[in-house]
């Protein structure tokens, strides 16, 4: 990264909201497992989520959705705000560590910079389809991969902590919003939402009471047509019907499971 | 409020976390109706709810408690963060409002002070029990009164969407943590505590489902004590399990009702 352009994202005071980050998990979902997306800045041996600064002309919806394009190169994908972060501790500790990547830049940070003060994070999580993501690096990533959410790495500051909390959420959020769409394929069998479910939950669910509410509440439809997965086993397909799909997740939906 | 005390609480660059103010939507329950506690700035016509800064000796959650505790004289309530708020134009349209608090303690602020930049709202509610709180103005209050979120009175920025918000992330926190502790009396009436429910969550609730599914929690126990409300009325009172209330904040619950 040009030394000229490193500054300019970094210590320009006047463009950027000073002591606000925000950082964003990006859930992916494959071979029945949950993964989230995340980096190795330059020059660190600790990984971070997603994260960024908000220019003063942007919203902390459009800085997170920002944040997801540069790494995923998807636009408008499913995010939600879950909880913001901010304690005098949560970066002094590390701020040490973040200032190699800075030097490795070639940049000094002017010693007053509001980059090394309090720093508040507005942390939201993403939801995308694994398949269709094409993981690219930002400028100060050394590496970016998928990590199953259950074997993360050292992570840098309090990013175990903001993981951990946007899979509290999520999981809470499986109740009220309807979750699935950007996870699955277009088609999908009964057995592999159910799949979906159980994984984000970490719980068993009950097969027929599960079924029984998902399908009372409109989000998918029964295709006329099967998937062979074996000898004499070929599970109909299912589809989400986008209209009440989005409609349920604008009024909300409860899903007592 | 003295001029110098006015100036060092919002002109400090040093002192305070910039760009960042922390909001807290105080709720009671009175006469079986959800309030919420509104300040009116001097010289303002609109109302807000308690907000201040953040002290980069201090966390959020400790702002927030202290800006609980201005107004209430109340200290560690049960407080949540639901949502923060952020976008270039949210504060802006009606700087020229806050302008005139500042005036009218005759103090101007600096032009390029952050305090008339972008503002970033991290938001709170918290659970008070009504009949406990000593309502008391904080040195920028003309007035402070209890409204039934149903009953708004002309809000200022984006305060009336800050309590919307609220309420909505309070009607999906109940399904997944225990509430009423903080705005039920210490003994309560089974109906009390369904009409609670019912009224924080705007709809009618199924009396036996409610029951069955609030005793399966072990959070409350009958009491050997009945009150008389009427010819032949005398249901009896129950209190909350501390120990268990406290587990399943921690833990979690899910009450799907």
Known sequence: ????????????????????????????YHDRELKVLLQRPNFLSKWTVAGGYILKTESIEEAAHNIAFMRTG??????????SFGNPARTKDEWQEIKKVFEGAGVTPPPDSWIQDY??????????????????KAAIDEAIDWWPVSQLPAMLFDHAL????????????IYHYPIGYELLPEKFTLPEIHSLYETILGKALDNRNFTRKLMSTGIITKLD???????????????????????ALKEGIFLGF
Chains 1, 2 share one sequence.
Request: glycine share 4%.
């Open 225 to 247: 047509e099967t998937r062979s997965i074996g000898a004499h086993r070929s599970p109909y397909l299912y589809k989400f019907e986008k209209k009440k799909y989005d409609a």
């Open 74 to 83: 998807l636009k408008g994908l499913f995010l939600e705000q879950f909880r």
């Open 1 to 28: 990264m040009a030394k000229k352009e490193f500054e300019a994202a970094h210590f320009d005071e006047q463009r950027y909201v000073k002591n606000v980050a925000v950082d964003n998990v990006i859930f992916g």
């Open 119 to 136: 720093s508040v994070s507005i942390a939201f999580y993403t939801l995308t389809a694994f398949s269709l993501v094409k993981v690219q």
């Open 162 to 173: 903001i993981v951990e909390e946007a899979l509290k959420a999520l999981r809470r959020d």
